[in-house]
Structure formats: C-alpha cells, structure tokens
C-alpha cells in the first residue's frame, strides 16, 4: 500500500493561523488561547485529555479517533516541539511533552541545529536539518510501511506543501476565533485546490473541517 504524508485535525483561526504571536514556555500558541482554539476537540468524548465521562460522539469525535490510525511516524517543526530558538541552550530539556509523549511512534524534528536522538516511553525523538524530502524519506523507513502524520505548525506544513509532498490535509477552521497575527497557514483555503481537491463540511461544533485531498 501506498504511504501517505497526512495533516491531520490542524486547526487554524477564521484567519488561517494555528499559532499566535509571542510563543513562550508558558505560552505554546503565544498570544492564541489553545483552550478556545481547539475547543471542538476537547468537547469529544475520545479527547484524550479528557477526565470525566461524557462527550460528544459525532463528525469532531471522528476526526479525534481517526488522528492516530495507521500512523507509524510524526515530522513536526522545531517550535512544536519546544519555544527555544538558535542553538540549544540546554539539551537536557526534552521538549513539552513530559514523560509520556502522545506521539508513540517515531518523531522528527525539523531543525537546523541538530542534537542527540531520545527515547521517552514509546516515542523517539529524532533531530534533523534536511530538506523536506529527504526528511520524509526517512519517515516513512521508520514508519514500516504505515502513513507519516505531518504535525505542524503552520510554517512547516507549508514548506511540505510547497515542496509537493502532502497527499491529504484536514484543516479545522475556527470561525469565531480571529488572531490577526502569528503563524499563518493561508489567507484562503482555495490557495491549494490548483493543487488539491477540497471537500468542506461544517460541523454542529460549529468548526468547519476542510478536507484536502491529491489531485
């Protein structure tokens, strides 16, 4: 079967960016409140996060199961993984996730100052400064013949887009929420349908999911 580079379940402001301004230790999203901007997943009763019973059970609960299956590696941006720039100051932190990560496969970090590879529970972590490609290639190897979950952020996806290496995207639009500054992912989602075809189906959330899928 076919290894696919999937985005899945990014969301974005009405105004197309997943991240704010301003990203800090204590602040991932910078001046985006993560809460608000991805409250249609915490609402699902498959939210991982979630403590109590109940949820709900519809089209966002979907997506939420979906996100890990056939998933055998992650490529993520430097910045997802922690807010340092520059060389590393202190390679003893090992990034946001704690102990144990949510990925439970192989990682790679997009970076241009690379360090030692780590292992936390089931997840390792892999530092690289190469070219999108390349850094796929890699990838799928690890992924042992599952699909590659392209994580983000918005800056990432779009040097993986760019480069013509993205089979699907599911992007969630948050229409109320509008940041006006920070990590833009588009201005409009028809910038990709030269490329992609595109399904949209609102959600009673009140989220729009947008489905891309290859020409």
């Known amino acids: 079967m076919t290894q696919l580079l999937r985005v899945q379940n990014f969301t974005v402001s009405s105004d197309g960016f997943g991240a704010g301004e301003g990203q800090s230790l204590e602040r991932p999203f910078g001046h ?38 056939h998933v055998g590696a992650e490529i993520m941006g430097r910045n997802k993984f922690g807010p340092q720039r ?35 529970s089931d997840t390792t972590f892999h530092f690289v400064d190469d070219d999108p490609a390349k850094v796929v290639a890699r990838a799928k190897e690890a992924a042992l013949g599952k699909d590659v979950r392209l994580g983000g952020g ?44 595109l399904d949209v189906v609102p959600s009673p959330s009140g989220v729009v999911h947008h489905l891309f899928w290859r020409k």
Not at 50 to 62: A, C, F, I, K, V
Not at 92 to 107: A, L, M, N, R
């Open 32 to 69: 985006a409140d993560p809460l608000s901007l991805m409250s249609w997943a915490g609402t699902t009763a498959s939210w991982k996060m979630r403590t109590e019973p109940g949820g709900s059970r519809g089209l966002d609960d979907y997506f939420i199961r979906d996100h890990d299956h």
């Open 86 to 120: 520059g060389p590393w100051e202190n390679e003893e932190w090992q990034g946001w996730w704690g102990d144990e990560p949510p990925f439970h496969t192989p990682v790679f970090v997009m970076t241009h100052h690379v360090r030692p590879s780590f292992t936390l």
């Open 154 to 197: 918005a800056t990432t996806i779009r040097a993986f887009l760019e480069a013509g290496l993205v089979d699907t995207l599911h992007v969630v639009v948050a229409p109320t929420i509008t940041l006006g500054s920070g990590a833009r992912l588009w201005e409009s989602p028809d910038e990709l349908t030269d490329r992609f075809h």
